[in-house]
């Protein structure tokens, strides 16, 4: 294309710089125009249009109903140049009386319900503002606040709201925008009533103080918040923190011993058809062993039953466990960042927001006031024009009715404005009786007072502050705790002690039996007296270990390297498959391998020792690692690894066989108790190593196994007896030759 068929200014610009700016444009578009609520009244752009576009429409709360599709149509053809369906999603939170703690639109039809199903289509639902919008949108008309051109230059919109109602804090809100996010939890707006009165009176007031007035979060769908209140006290002061917020839940006595648990109230911004799906689903899997079933009963209330396993289980050890499992408790975040009045977005504590609320209403009522004394210096201005025409009528009618230009001459004669002419002009043959001199004589003292009235009130700081101290009062009568909608339905609670609960409360206890094969590939099979020889492998692959655990059980796992691995039975694979890779359960190195393998018992003592020689008892305890990584016990020599793992308990002494087949007993209480570490010398050998060692009792004599189903008993052992770090006498006649006990 030839040079002059470009039109406008070519210019050569980094791309980085070029991304970088349309980038942060579109940053500070998503922050300003769809995410932050404003600090003044608590609403998004979406919303605020909403609401305007409504009130233009006439949808008051007196007043009937009009189909959502025109509220949409006439939003998004004036002020929102957006998709429908995500203004109808708006709208529909809007009315929703499980999302806004006080709804600001008033709705008939399906918006939605509490198990998470959508609102009907747009087309068949109606709306009209509620109460509360009423009061949020109160003076839009009397230049109480600014106006804006609207995207297309056609119309105007409000920049913000009046908003007599302290919406912010009262609904909250919650949005994610580029690089920053807020999250602002719903109030009781009869404690934010007081909180702002106590503020109007002691503006240097601590936020701290506040917080005792504003003790928590009030969620429309109830619940109990067992949040401490130093906490709730600090998140407030910060402007940053979180409530833990639970269920509330009772005990139903059904006879015979037996209950159940109702729940009926669920956490806020919580599907209860999600929530039931969840603990069905931990039900399947069995990871709720005190619960036997659960039921939704729920009409227009909510009404959860679970029931418990026996008659026997603890109710509170039960909702213990569902706290923790399910969302029946969740912690509900507090970021308290909004846009301030200059449309900075900037993270507010609670005195800050308020503080925010209080000035605008302030500025409100100023801009209200001088309206209205403007309207008022008009009518005295066109009812004295009146007065004159009740003092001069025959010469006003003459005027009219002779002059060529009665209104000059009106002017010229008794020195009036152009608004008291045009206004003398205009009036009705019947405005001419006497009585209604009398009615303008009365009106004009009236707004004589109210214009002195208006004048003190735009003079005096202390005058303005009273009654915006009386607007709040008026907004907590209306909506305040002693009204059905403003009663506290979120419980204040205190933070729950731990409970601590056992490890078979959480799993359904099994019997299984763990196999693990050569190769490492570990399962856990239903059922004890399992034959690991008829169990399937992979190919080249077969049976190593075998344990009967149960499902509650930990199982220990020792390795050459010296260190211990604990892995919960229950997260083991079943056994239809061939199970999983033990190495992907815990961090055993790849140039090590599996020792032992065998479920943790209380009270256990074991055995480790090294292919060198050295080992010690350790406690049960001891071996039982909170990590992947392990617990490392037994430290090998350089060039020895660990190579016994057997029980300690139940036997006097100890069987000691080397690499060079020579056999050593020593007596178990000549081996010490240690934690972590070398170990003492068991045996002494020229050549090889430790190969295997069993604890057992003298008086039963020394037992190992002969082919696959032969045992022998040796009872004179009298020979192999010896002081700990012996070298030992060579294996009795028949021992095996793998140097193996079993």
Same mark, same amino acid.
């Given at each position: 294309?030839?040079?002059?068929?470009l039109?406008?200014?070519?210019?050569?610009?980094?791309?980085?710089?070029?991304?970088?700016?349309?980038?942060?444009?579109?940053?500070?578009?998503?922050?300003m125009?769809?995410?932050?609520?404003?600090?003044?009244?608590?609403?998004?752009?979406?919303?605020?249009?909403?609401?305007h576009?409504?009130?233009?429409?006439?949808?008051?709360?007196?007043?009937g109903?009009?189909?959502?599709?025109?509220?949409?149509?006439?939003?998004?053809?004036?002020?929102?140049?957006?998709?429908?369906l995500?203004?109808?999603d708006?709208?529909?939170?809007?009315a929703?009386?499980?999302?806004?703690?006080?709804?600001?639109?008033?709705?008939?039809?399906?918006?939605?319900?509490?198990?998470?199903?959508?609102?009907?289509?747009?087309?068949?639902t109606?709306?009209?503002?509620?109460?509360?919008a009423?009061?949020?949108?109160?003076?839009?008309?009397?230049?109480?606040?600014?106006f804006?051109?609207?995207?297309?230059?056609?119309?105007?919109?409000?920049?913000?709201?009046?908003a007599?109602?302290?919406?912010?804090?009262?609904?909250?809100?919650?949005?994610?925008?580029?690089?920053?996010?807020?999250?602002?939890?719903?109030?009781?707006?009869?404690?934010?009533?007081?909180?702002?009165?106590?503020?109007?009176?002691?503006?240097?007031?601590?936020?701290?103080?506040?917080a005792?007035?504003v003790?928590?979060?009030?969620?429309?769908?109830g619940?109990?918040?067992?949040?401490?209140?130093?906490?709730?006290?600090?998140?407030?002061?910060?402007?940053?923190?979180?409530?833990?917020?639970?269920?509330?839940?009772?005990?139903?006595?059904?006879?015979?011993?037996?209950?159940q648990i109702?729940?009926?109230?669920?956490?806020?911004?919580?599907?209860?058809?999600?929530?039931?799906e969840?603990?069905?689903?931990?039900?399947?899997?069995?990871?709720?062993?005190?619960l036997?079933?659960?039921?939704?009963?729920?009409?227009?209330?909510?009404?959860?039953?679970?029931e418990?396993?026996?008659?026997?289980?603890?109710?509170?050890?039960?909702?213990?466990?569902?706290?923790?499992?399910?969302?029946?408790?969740?912690?509900?975040?507090?970021?308290?960042?909004?846009?301030?009045?200059?449309?900075?977005?900037?993270?507010?504590?609670?005195?800050?927001?308020?503080?925010?609320?209080?000035?605008?209403?302030?500025?409100?009522?100023?801009?209200?006031?001088?309206?209205?004394?403007?309207?008022v210096?008009?009518?005295?201005?066109?009812?004295?024009?009146?007065i004159?025409?009740?003092?001069?009528?025959?010469?006003?009618?003459?005027?009219?009715?002779?002059?060529?230009?009665?209104?000059a001459?009106?002017?010229?004669?008794?020195?009036?404005?152009?608004?008291?002419?045009?206004?003398?002009?205009?009036?009705r043959?019947?405005?001419?009786?006497?009585?209604?001199?009398?009615?303008?004589?009365?009106?004009?003292?009236?707004?004589?007072t109210?214009?002195?009235q208006?004048?003190r009130?735009?003079?005096?700081?202390?005058?303005?502050?009273?009654?915006?101290?009386?607007?709040?009062?008026?907004i907590?009568?209306?909506?305040?705790?002693?009204?059905?909608? #403003?009663?506290?339905?979120t419980?204040?609670?205190? @933070?729950?002690?731990? /409970?601590?609960? +056992? &490890? =078979?409360?959480? %799993?359904? !206890?099994?019997?299984?039996t763990?196999?693990?094969?050569?190769?490492?590939?570990?399962?856990?099979?239903?059922?004890?007296?399992?034959?690991?020889a008829?169990?399937?492998?992979?190919e080249?692959?077969?049976?190593?270990?075998?344990?009967?655990?149960?499902?509650?059980?930990?199982?220990i796992?020792f390795?050459?390297?010296?260190?211990?691995?604990?892995?919960?039975?229950?997260?083991l694979?079943?056994?239809?498959?061939?199970?999983?890779?033990?190495?992907?359960?815990?961090d055993?190195p790849?140039?090590?391998?599996?020792?032992?393998?065998?479920?943790?018992?209380?009270?256990m003592?074991?055995?480790?020792a090294?292919?060198?020689?050295?080992?010690?008892?350790?406690? #049960?305890?001891?071996?039982?690692?909170?990590?992947? @990584?392990?617990k490392? /016990?037994?430290? +090998? &020599? =350089?060039?020895? %690894?660990? !190579?016994?793992?057997?029980?300690?308990?139940?036997?006097?002494a100890?069987?000691?066989?080397?690499?060079?087949?020579?056999?050593?007993?020593?007596?178990?209480?000549?081996?010490?108790?240690?934690?972590?570490?070398?170990?003492?010398?068991?045996?002494?050998?020229?050549?090889?190593?430790?190969?295997?060692?069993?604890?057992?009792?003298?008086?039963?004599?020394?037992?190992?196994?002969?082919?696959?189903s032969?045992?022998?008993t040796e009872?004179?052992?009298?020979p192999?007896?010896g002081?700990r770090g012996?070298?030992?006498?060579?294996?009795?006649?028949?021992?095996?030759?793998?140097?193996?006990?079993?």
């Amino acid at each position: 294309m030839p040079a002059t068929a470009l039109s406008g200014e070519v210019r050569n610009v980094d791309f980085a710089d070029a991304l970088g700016e349309r980038y942060l444009s579109y940053a500070l578009s998503t922050i300003m125009s769809r995410s932050l609520p404003d600090v003044r009244d608590g609403l998004k752009p979406v919303h605020r249009r909403i609401l305007h576009a409504m009130q233009q429409l006439r949808l008051d709360p007196g007043l009937g109903y009009k189909k959502c599709a025109r509220v949409v149509g006439d939003v998004i053809g004036k002020f929102h140049p957006h998709g429908e369906l995500a203004v109808y999603d708006a709208l529909v939170r809007l009315a929703q009386d499980f999302s806004q703690r006080y709804p600001l639109i008033d709705g008939q039809g399906n918006f939605g319900n509490l198990d998470g199903d959508n609102a009907a289509a747009m087309r068949y639902t109606e709306s009209r503002l509620s109460p509360v919008a009423q009061e949020m949108l109160d003076g839009i008309d009397e230049d109480a606040v600014n106006f804006r051109p609207t995207y297309d230059g056609e119309d105007r919109e409000p920049v913000v709201l009046p908003a007599r109602f302290p919406n912010l804090l009262a609904n909250g809100a919650a949005g994610i925008a580029v690089g920053m996010a807020t999250s602002i939890p719903p109030h009781n707006v009869g404690e934010l009533c007081a909180a702002l009165l106590h503020l109007i009176a002691n503006p240097a007031c601590a936020a701290g103080e506040l917080a005792e007035l504003v003790p928590g979060p009030d969620f429309p769908t109830g619940g109990v918040l067992v949040e401490p209140s130093d906490s709730i006290c600090q998140a407030y002061e910060t402007g940053r923190g979180s409530f833990r917020l639970r269920a509330r839940w009772a005990t139903e006595t059904l006879g015979h011993g037996l209950y159940q648990i109702v729940v009926t109230e669920v956490p806020f911004q919580v599907q209860k058809g999600r929530l039931i799906e969840k603990i069905a689903s931990l039900l399947e899997e069995k990871k709720l062993p005190l619960l036997a079933d659960v039921r939704d009963e729920s009409a227009e209330d909510v009404r959860l039953v679970l029931e418990p396993k026996t008659r026997n289980v603890d109710a509170e050890m039960l909702m213990e466990q569902l706290f923790r499992l399910t969302e029946l408790e969740t912690r509900v975040p507090l970021n308290l960042n909004v846009l301030d009045p200059f449309g900075v977005p900037r993270v507010m504590n609670l005195k800050e927001a308020l503080q925010a609320f209080l000035d605008h209403r302030r500025t409100v009522l100023q801009r209200q006031s001088r309206h209205r004394l403007a309207a008022v210096a008009r009518r005295i201005q066109i009812l004295r024009g009146q007065i004159i025409v009740y003092v001069n009528l025959d010469e006003v009618i003459r005027i009219i009715r002779e002059g060529d230009d009665p209104k000059a001459e009106m002017i010229a004669r008794w020195e009036l404005t152009e608004v008291q002419a045009e206004a003398i002009l205009d009036m009705r043959l019947r405005a001419l009786r006497r009585l209604e001199e009398i009615e303008i004589r009365k009106e004009l003292a009236t707004l004589a007072t109210e214009e002195e009235q208006l004048a003190r009130l735009l003079s005096s700081e202390k005058k303005q502050w009273r009654t915006v101290a009386k607007e709040v009062s008026e907004i907590a009568a209306e909506f305040g705790s002693g009204t059905p909608l #403003g009663r506290r339905r979120t419980e204040l609670a205190a @933070a729950p002690e731990p /409970v601590e609960i +056992p &490890a =078979e409360a959480l %799993v359904e !206890r099994e019997a299984v039996t763990v196999l693990c094969s050569e190769k490492g590939w570990i399962r856990a099979v239903k059922g004890h007296n399992v034959s690991a020889a008829e169990q399937k492998y992979k190919e080249g692959d077969g049976p190593r270990f075998v344990a009967a655990a149960e499902t509650t059980d930990r199982l220990i796992v020792f390795g050459t390297n010296g260190r211990f691995y604990t892995i919960g039975v229950d997260r083991l694979p079943g056994g239809r498959g061939h199970g999983e890779p033990l190495r992907l359960m815990i961090d055993l190195p790849n140039e090590h391998d599996v020792v032992a393998m065998f479920p943790y018992r209380p009270g256990m003592e074991l055995l480790v020792a090294a292919t060198d020689g050295r080992g010690f008892v350790v406690d #049960g305890e001891e071996a039982v690692a909170q990590t992947r @990584a392990g617990k490392q /016990v037994l430290t +090998p &020599a =350089e060039g020895a %690894v660990g !190579r016994v793992c057997v029980r300690a308990e139940g036997g006097d002494a100890v069987a000691l066989i080397g690499d060079n087949r020579r056999l050593l007993i020593v007596k178990l209480d000549d081996i010490p108790l240690m934690t972590r570490g070398r170990g003492v010398i068991l045996q002494r050998y020229k050549s090889g190593g430790l190969a295997d060692c069993k604890v057992f009792r003298l008086a039963d004599g020394l037992s190992w196994r002969q082919g696959e189903s032969r045992t022998r008993t040796e009872t004179n052992l009298v020979p192999w007896l010896g002081a700990r770090g012996g070298a030992g006498r060579f294996v009795p006649a028949g021992f095996p030759r793998a140097n193996r006990f079993s």
